[in-house]
T-cell receptor, first 110, second 112 residues
């Protein structure tokens, strides 16, 4: 089976840095996605990691360690508009589906 | 211009009714999906079609029936609606299976 764990909620201050962790257990790991979902809107793609290491994209970076079944999403220079849910999702080599974690709701305060 | 569009955005109906949600993508993608997001915001896959063929059919009541008339469309028909069907239903597409998903804006279904 599959299991994806991430914290339910986090709070951070505008301008700060926040790290959202995700751990997963799965057979036949293919890659790990991060999506952002604002309240009442659709999820939108942020990043995709296949190999170990850090992928940087502007204020957002995503890290993957396949041996540890661990990923994190790093958000720098937080802005109020970053208040949203962040969904960790895993795709497997066997099978055709992407499985989502329950999401981490991030609150950015002034 | 909308990449993945689904209609309606809101659907309020009585228990026992039958309803449909339509989805279309203009991205030229081969794979389309239906996801259900419950009140706890957990996004769960229901179905997936690749080139009009069903490739994923999760443990979903057979009151839910997807139909893909062509690669760009994936509709969801729900018979005998129940209170527990109330959720937001998202259509999505990807170029190939296991690639990044593009989501529609969601259909909020409320069964009274």
């Amino acid at each position: 089976g599959q299991n994806i764990d991430q914290p339910t909620e986090m709070t951070a201050t505008e301008g700060a840095i926040v790290q959202i962790n995700c751990t997963y257990q799965t057979s036949g790991f293919n890659g790990l996605f991060w999506y952002q979902q604002h309240a009442g809107e659709a999820p939108t793609f942020l990043s995709y990691n296949v190999l170990d290491g850090l992928e940087e994209k502007g204020r957002f970076s995503s890290f993957l360690s396949r041996s540890k079944g661990y990923s994190y999403l790093l958000l720098k220079e937080l802005q109020m508009k970053d208040s949203a849910s962040y969904l960790c999702a895993v795709s497997r080599t066997g099978g055709f589906k992407t499985i989502f974690g329950a999401g981490t709701r991030l609150f950015v305060k002034a | 211009d909308t990449a993945v569009s689904q209609t309606p955005k809101y659907l309020v109906t009585q228990m026992g009714n039958d309803k449909s949600i339509k989805c279309e993508q203009n991205l030229g993608h081969d794979t389309m999906y239906w996801y259900k997001q419950d009140s706890k915001k957990f996004l769960k896959i229901m179905f997936s079609y690749n080139n009009k063929e069903l490739i994923i059919n999760e443990t979903v009541p057979n009151r839910f029936s997807p139909k893909s008339p062509d690669k760009a469309h994936l509709n969801l028909h729900i018979n005998s609606l129940e209170l527990g069907d109330s959720a937001v239903y998202f259509c999505a597409s990807s170029q190939q299976v296991r690639e990044k998903l593009f989501f529609g804006s969601g259909t909020q279904l409320s069964v009274l």
